[in-house]
């Protein structure tokens, strides 16, 4: 027996792999006569079966950032005399 939500699950990864919308890809199969609660299933099955796939990332990216005066130098800000006084 075919299981509409895999089926459904394939199609959503298939069309959001060639950039679709969830929501638009939602509301064309609700408007082709699936029920909301069989495509929200199938939604989230997607998700996981696209989770599964994921890369796992072994080390958190660092974020740096700096300010900038009008010729791209750095400039360096201080702290204020409160987060000097508590050493935030």
Request: no cysteine.
């Amino acid at each position: 027996m075919n299981n509409p939500s895999k089926n459904l699950a394939e199609y959503i990864k298939k069309n959001l792999r060639k950039k679709y919308t969830e929501e638009s890809l939602k509301w064309a199969l609700i408007n082709q006569g699936y029920s909301k609660t069989i495509v929200e299933r199938a939604i989230n099955q997607a998700h996981q079966e696209i989770a599964k796939t994921a890369p796992i990332l072994k080390e958190k990216p660092i974020i740096r950032h700096e300010i900038l005066d009008e010729n791209d130098e750095p400039i360096e800000v201080k702290k204020s005399w409160l987060k000097r006084i508590f050493r935030v």
